[in-house]
C-alpha cells in the first residue's frame, strides 16, 4: 500500500520570505523521509491554493492526502478555514480521502527548535540563569491558542531562564516590546526575545521591531526549515495516519 500523501498547508504571505521558508522547509521533510510524497499548498496570497493542489493530486490518482496545517496553535485557521477548504474539497473529489493532521505545538520538538535560533544568535549555556526571555508569538483572539503560549512560557521557565513572558504581534497584548520593558523593570539585566512563528513576514517583522524599540539583547530568528521542525512534521503526519490505519480497519 503506498503512503499517503502529506499536503502541507500553510497560511501564505504578501511577503516572499514566507514562501521561500515554507518550501526550505518541505524540502527537509523530504530529504528526512526519502519517497513520501510532500506537497505544499497556501490558504491565500501564494500558489498553489489548497483546492488547486487537491484537484490535481487526485487527477495523478492519489488515494490518501493527510493535510498538515502548517501552524502553531489551533485557533482560527486551524478550526475553520482549513476544515472548511477541506470539506469543500472532499465533496468535489469523493474519491480523494483526505485526513487534517494536528497543529504542530505545543511539542517538544518546537522547544528544541527555539532553543537553536537562540543559541544561533548568540546565548549560551552560561547565559540562560541571568537572562529574561520573551516568547513572541504571532497573537489570536482564540482564547485556547493564547492559553497554550501562557503554557509554553510557563514550561520554559522550568529550563533556566531567569524570567519568561509571552507577548504577541496582533490580537492579544502585551506587545514584544511591552514584556521587553516589563522583564527590564522586574531588574533583570539581560533580555533575549525568541519569535515563535515558523516563517519572515509582517508579524515576525513586527516583534523584530518592537525587541529593537525596548533595546533587547538578543533576536533569534524565526523558526523556519530547522531540521527539529521537519521532524515534527513527520511526527505529526505519522500520528494522522495511525489514525487513518485504525478508521480504515474499524
Known amino acids: 500500500m503506498s503512503h499517503p500523501v502529506l499536503l502541507v498547508i ?3 504571505s504578501r511577503d516572499p520570505r514566507h514562501a521561500a521558508t515554507v518550501h526550505a522547509l518541505t ?4 530529504a528526512e523521509r526519502p519517497g513520501l510524497r510532500v506537497e505544499t499548498a497556501f490558504l491565500e496570497f501564494n500558489a498553489p491554493s489548497v483546492p488547486r493542489v487537491l484537484e490535481r493530486l487526485a487527477a495523478e490518482g492519489a488515494d490518501e492526502v493527510i493535510a498538515l496545517p502548517l501552524l502553531l ?3 482560527f485557521h486551524a478550526k475553520t478555514d482549513i476544515p472548511s477548504v477541506l470539506r469543500e474539497a472532499r465533496a468535489r473529489l469523493p474519491r480523494l480521502h483526505i485526513r487534517q493532521a494536528d497543529v504542530l505545538g505545543p511539542s517538544p520538538l518546537l522547544n528544541a527548535t ?3 535560533r537562540l543559541r544561533e544568535a548568540g546565548v549560551r549555556p552560561g547565559d540562560i540563569p541571568r537572562t529574561g526571555l520573551v516568547l513572541a508569538s504571532a497573537g489570536s483572539t482564540d482564547p485556547e491558542a493564547i492559553a497554550v503560549i501562557a503554557e509554553i512560557a510557563r514550561e520554559l521557565r522550568h529550563t533556566g531562564w531567569c524570567a519568561v513572558r509571552p507577548a504577541f504581534a496582533s490580537a ?7 514584556a521587553v520593558r516589563a ?3 522586574e531588574g533583570v539585566d539581560r533580555v533575549a526575545v525568541a519569535p515563535y512563528v515558523i516563517a519572515p513576514g509582517r508579524l515576525p517583522d513586527r516583534i523584530a521591531a518592537g525587541a529593537e524599540a525596548a533595546g533587547a539583547d538578543v533576536l533569534a530568528d524565526v523558526l ?3 531540521p527539529e521542525l521537519a521532524r515534527l512534521l513527520l511526527e505529526r503526519y505519522d500520528e494522522a495516519r495511525v489514525l487513518v490505519g485504525a478508521s480504515l480497519s474499524a
Open 10 to 12: 500553510a497560511h501564505g
Open 27 to 30: 524540502q527537509r521533510v523530504r
Open 73 to 75: 496553535t489551533r485557533a
Open 114 to 116: 527555539l532553543g537553536r
Open 172 to 178: 492579544s497584548l502585551p506587545r514584544t516590546e511591552d
Open 183 to 185: 522583564l527590564r523593570a
Open 224 to 226: 523556519g526549515p530547522a
